[in-house]
C-alpha cells in the first residue's frame, strides 16, 4: 500500500523568503504522480504544482518549484519569494499511474508573515 | 481549466434527516468523480469513487447505506448522507479528473460544510 508522509504540521516564513516543505512517501509502482495542492482559508483545493515518477526533470511553476528524489521517495515544494497569499494548508499527494486515486498526506500548515 | 461545482457549500440539518450534496463537472465530462471528508485541521479521506452507471466503490470503513452515491450523468455525482448525526458533520468535497488523461489531474469542487445539530 502506498502512504505518504509530511513531516511538518506547521511552518512560517517571512514575506519574500523561501520555504522547503517536505514530503515523503512509499510505493512499489513505477509509474506514478506526485502533487502538491495548496488549501486556502476558503478550503478551495488548487493545484500548485504535478511531477511524473518518469521524468527526472524537477518540475516547477514560477515561484514554485520541487526537488524530487526518486530513490528516496522525497517530492519538497520550494516557494520563493514568498507572499501573503501562499498562507495555506499544503498537502502532498501520490497517484498510481492508470488511477485517479490520490493519498494525501496529512498536510503542512503555511503561514507567511508580512 | 476544468471547473467541478459542488452544492450546497454549507448545509444545517436536524439529526435524523437526508442531507444531498451535488457534485457538477461543468466544462467536461466525469465518468468517474471521488467523494471525500475532511475533519478540522486534518488531511481529505477518500470515502468511494463514483462510476457513471454503475454502482460506487466504497473504501474500507465507510458505511454504503450511510453515505449514497449516484452518478446519474456524465456531469453529475451525488452524495446523500442518510439519516445525518451530529458526528457526520464533516466537510465533504468532490473530485473529477480532468480531460487529459495522461496527467492524472484532478479538480476539486469548494466542499460542503455539513452541520448536523
Known amino acids: 500500500a502506498q502512504t505518504v508522509t509530511q513531516s511538518q504540521p506547521e511552518m512560517s516564513v517571512q514575506e519574500a523568503e523561501t520555504v522547503t516543505l517536505s514530503c515523503t512517501y512509499d510505493t512499489s509502482e513505477s509509474n506514478y504522480y506526485l502533487f502538491w495542492y495548496k488549501q486556502p482559508p476558503s478550503r478551495q483545493m488548487i493545484l500548485v504544482i504535478r511531477q511524473e515518477a518518469y521524468k527526472q526533470q524537477n518540475a516547477t511553476e514560477n515561484r514554485f518549484s520541487v526537488n524530487f528524489q526518486k530513490a528516496a521517495k522525497s517530492f519538497s515544494l520550494k516557494i520563493s519569494d514568498s507572499q501573503l497569499g501562499d498562507t495555506a494548508m499544503y498537502f502532498c499527494?501520490?497517484?498510481?499511474?492508470?488511477?485517479?486515486?490520490?493519498?494525501f498526506g496529512t498536510g503542512t500548515r503555511l503561514k507567511v508573515l508580512a | 481549466g476544468a471547473v467541478v461545482s459542488q452544492h450546497p457549500s454549507w448545509v444545517i440539518c436536524k439529526s435524523g434527516t437526508s442531507v444531498k450534496i451535488e457534485c457538477r463537472s461543468l466544462?467536461?465530462?466525469?465518468?468517474?468523480m471521488f467523494w471525500y471528508r475532511q475533519f478540522p485541521k486534518q488531511s481529505l479521506m477518500l470515502m468511494a469513487t463514483s462510476n457513471e452507471g454503475s454502482k460506487a466503490t466504497y473504501e474500507q470503513g465507510v458505511e454504503k447505506d450511510k453515505f449514497l452515491i449516484n452518478h446519474a450523468s456524465l456531469t453529475l455525482s451525488t452524495l446523500t448522507v442518510t439519516s445525518a448525526h451530529p458526528e457526520d458533520s464533516s466537510f465533504y468535497i468532490c473530485?473529477?479528473?480532468?480531460?487529459?488523461?495522461?496527467?492524472?489531474?484532478?479538480?476539486f469542487g469548494a466542499g460542503t460544510r455539513l452541520s448536523v445539530l
Open positions: 499527494a501520490f497517484t498510481a499511474s492508470g488511477t485517479y486515486k490520490y493519498i
Open positions: 473530485s473529477a479528473p480532468g480531460t487529459e488523461a495522461a496527467k492524472n489531474i484532478q479538480y
Open positions: 466544462d467536461f465530462q466525469a465518468t468517474t
